[in-house]
């Protein structure tokens, strides 16, 4: 199966951490990646290692997406950023709106990620590719599946150039929400975020969090593996290894990977789906 993947990594945090997540870039590169993306905290707080380590990947021959988000930025920040990814060679963006870290207002030049988009295009033209978030089950904030889709579809209008969905588990929410974009004329490609299950917990109060649904069966097989590691990671790499084979007889024209800095079930998945 020659199908596109990419892998996403977040910025470590101390230099042991800096270097597992280049063994870990290593081990996962023998996949070919399409690009591989850093993720960039709440205001822009990780620009900085986020942006070492898109260095770092570029560096490594590969190509890097930087998140970049605009909540709380200005115009003239922005712009400086951009020029300083584009003189480090990056070519892909994934264009958010983001969160502001707590306790501060709203505050900066940007209100939507579609401002972002358009922003980017008047000032970069096609210098970037873009990226944008899609959620397949309602980003948690929208007032509605329909206004969540017409943001998307005002991001794509904006000038997108594809869409990363956030990580589900029920492939039906990722085809319904295809087929409802293409209904508003939204034609470019959008890769299904996939989340491999390594652990219980921290899936599911990061799955609460930001607004992904496990199913209930999914929850108490968990749930009733309690700490056995093994059983969990086995039962993960099941679930998620049908559902990546169920997206690509769907037609998904790729498949995203948040790794979560760790190699072992990616590459898991990878071997089992054959890309």
């Known amino acids: ?107 900066g030049e940007f209100q939507y990620a579609s401002d972002l988009v358009a922003f980017i295009r008047q000032e970069t033209g096609r210098d970037f590719h873009i990226e944008v978030a899609a959620y397949p089950e309602m980003h948690p904030q929208a007032r509605s599946p329909e206004a969540d889709l017409q943001a998307f579809a005002t991001k794509v209008r904006a000038g997108a150039d594809s869409a990363i969905t956030q990580y589900f588990f029920n492939a039906d929410a990722y085809s319904r929400f295809v087929d409802d974009a293409r209904r508003l004329g939204v034609e470019i490609p959008i890769v299904p975020g996939i989340m491999p299950i390594t652990g219980s917990s921290q899936l599911m109060r990061f799955s609460d969090a930001c607004g992904a649904e496990i199913p209930r069966w999914i929850r108490l097989r968990l749930q009733g593996f309690g700490d056995d590691m093994a059983s969990i990671r086995a039962f993960g790499l099941d679930v998620v290894g049908r559902l990546c084979e169920q997206l690509v007889r769907a037609g998904a024209p790729g498949l995203h990977f948040y790794t979560m800095n760790q190699s072992a079930a990616t590459l898991a998945l990878c071997e089992r789906i054959g890309c």
């Open 1 to 107: 199966m020659s199908l596109p993947v990419s892998f996403e990594f977040f910025p470590p945090k101390t230099p042991e951490g800096a270097d597992k997540l280049r063994a870990v870039r290593r081990q996962l590169y023998a996949r070919a990646p399409q690009f591989c993306s850093v993720t960039y905290g709440a205001g822009g707080s990780t620009q900085e290692g986020t942006f070492a380590t898109v260095r770092a990947i570029i560096e490594e021959g590969v190509d890097a997406a930087s998140h970049f988000s605009c909540i709380g930025a200005t115009k003239a920040g922005v712009r400086q950023q951009l020029a300083e990814l584009k003189a480090m060679g990056v070519k892909r963006l994934v264009a958010l709106r983001g969160d502001l870290p707590s306790g501060y207002g709203l505050g």
